[in-house]
């Protein structure tokens, strides 16, 4: 399996533009996981979601954050308007039902708001 | 609130065990230690997870006491690539799947050539 894909893996904007940041999980794997790293905050949970169903968006920081899961095979999230604030690596990550499992992480989508 | 303690930072010597050490005296009868590390501008990775028995996989082994308030991650024979952040978990795991993992700092580890 090609692993969690994310995409782009950079991308540099300017404040007030819309970014769509792209996750492809894991085939079979019914858990998505959106992170975000930044230096001041660690890596931080902003959403998961089950069966593609939105289960805990507790960590979205705000409305400009929105986050959807059409199918079981892909999943973004959007902000707009970008802020500054938000460039950060957001890594998307996958699992499985059934327990004890584990999370596959993607490589990241670096993001710079200028 | 944290829910585990590590040391921010860690050297050992290349072909050494690397002991990595986790405090997590809250913890819960249902919650589970995972350990994942993430290597420099990568997503983290799992590496292993226990609930009270000992562990270990291709990749380390995890000891837990028997009072589950802290344990340690060893890296048998530590190499370059072992240089990286590690992070200690505590997790319920409910009948429904996993649930959400809280990262803290962990701790950095420089494998010393």
């Known amino acids: 399996d090609a692993g969690v894909i994310q995409s782009p893996r950079h991308e540099v904007t300017e404040m007030g533009q819309e970014v769509t940041l792209r996750c492809k999980p894991i085939s079979g794997h019914d858990y998505l996981f959106w992170y975000r790293q930044t230096m001041m905050r660690g890596l931080e949970l902003l959403i998961y979601?089950?069966?593609?169903?939105?289960?805990?968006d507790s960590g979205m920081p705000e409305d400009r954050f929105s986050a959807k899961m059409p199918n079981a095979s892909f999943s973004t999230l959007k902000i707009q308007p970008s802020e500054p604030r938000d460039s950060a690596v957001y890594f998307c990550a996958s699992s499985s039902n059934g327990g004890a499992d584990t999370q596959y992480f993607g490589p990241g989508t670096r993001l710079t708001v200028l | 609130d944290a829910k585990t303690t590590q040391p921010p930072s860690m050297d050992c010597a290349e072909g050494r065990a690397a002991n990595l050490p986790c405090n997590h005296s809250t913890i819960s009868g249902n919650e589970y230690v995972y350990w994942y590390r993430q290597i420099h501008s990568q997503g983290p990775q799992y590496i292993i997870h226990?609930?009270?028995n000992n562990e270990t996989n291709e990749m380390a082994s995890l000891i837990i006491t028997e009072d589950r308030k802290s344990s340690t991650l060893i890296l048998p024979h530590a190499t370059l690539r072992d240089t990286a952040v590690y992070y200690c978990i505590v997790a319920i795991i409910s009948n429904f799947g996993n649930e959400k993992l809280t990262f803290g700092t962990g701790t950095r580890l420089t494998i010393i050539p």
């Open positions: 979601f089950n069966n593609n169903v939105p289960i805990d």
């Open positions: 226990g609930l009270k």
